[in-house]
């Protein structure tokens, strides 16, 4: 069974960089489909942010893009996201999710079939 | 960008009720079109993708139809454990979400 589980700061001051990681168990990064990000500000809708291939092949919301990395280290079978420049209106709870997808390139990204937990991150001085 | 809107946003129902509820894409999204299920403190549930394909082990009772601009899922037989919050995404270009339909207790 597929299993994700975030891990990260609850709390960042306004100005900085949010950092989480995401741990994989019950399946190797490598054998596939990309792995991605999505969030959810409280009471909100979701937004997804970002996702990664085993490669490195990256694709991010193009109105998140300029604060947005998302890394993958395959030796620890996870994948991080990093966001910068942090302000109150990026408080959310943050989900990593495997992407199911049938190849490469962004055509081939389909929908979210498994998630983590969430991990709930505040920006607040 | 694709916008997706949902309708009702709210919707109250009795169990036994059949529900439905409409998500719209602002541009034509073939049939790339999944449907989430998520309950409070807990992350979404996939429940249909392509617009009509059930998600493994997931209940009958739901079903997704639609293609283009306009689709619906359709609990056919409303449950104790589908009382929900129900979003709709595409994955035509990009990946957006729909805002959620409410389905609360009658």
């Known amino acids: 069974q597929v299993q994700l589980q975030e891990s990260g700061p609850g709390l960042v001051k306004p100005s900085e960089t949010l950092s989480l990681t995401c741990a994989v168990s019950?399946?190797?990064?490598?054998?596939?489909?990309?792995w991605g990000w999505i969030r959810q500000p409280p009471g909100k809708g979701l937004e997804w942010i970002g996702s990664i291939y085993h490669s490195g092949s990256t694709y991010y919301n193009p109105s998140l893009k300029s604060r947005v990395t998302i890394s993958v280290d395959t030796s620890k079978n996870q994948f991080s996201l990093k966001l910068s420049s942090v302000t109150a209106a990026d408080t959310a709870v943050y989900y990593c999710?495997?992407?199911?997808?049938?190849?490469?390139?962004?055509?081939?990204?389909?929908?979210?079939?498994?998630w983590g937990q969430g991990t709930l991150v505040t920006v607040s001085s | 960008d694709i916008q997706m809107t949902q309708s009702p946003s709210t919707l109250s129902a009795s169990v036994g009720d059949r529900v439905t509820i409409t998500c719209r894409a602002s541009q034509s999204i073939s049939s790339w079109l999944a449907w989430y299920q998520q309950k409070p403190g807990k992350a979404p549930k996939l429940l249909i993708y392509?617009?009509?394909s059930l998600e493994s082990g997931v209940p009958s009772r739901f079903s997704g139809s639609g293609s283009g601009t306009e689709f619906t899922l359709t609990i056919s037989s409303l449950q104790p454990d589908d009382f929900a919050t129900y979003y709709c995404?595409?994955?035509?270009?990009?990946?957006?979400f729909g805002p959620g339909t409410k389905v609360d207790i009658k």
């Open positions: 995404q595409q994955y035509n270009s990009y990946f957006t």
């Open positions: 999710a495997r992407q199911y997808s049938s190849g490469w390139g962004l055509s081939s990204l389909y929908y979210f079939d498994y």
């Open positions: 392509k617009a009509s």
């Open positions: 019950g399946y190797s990064i490598s054998s596939g489909y990309y």
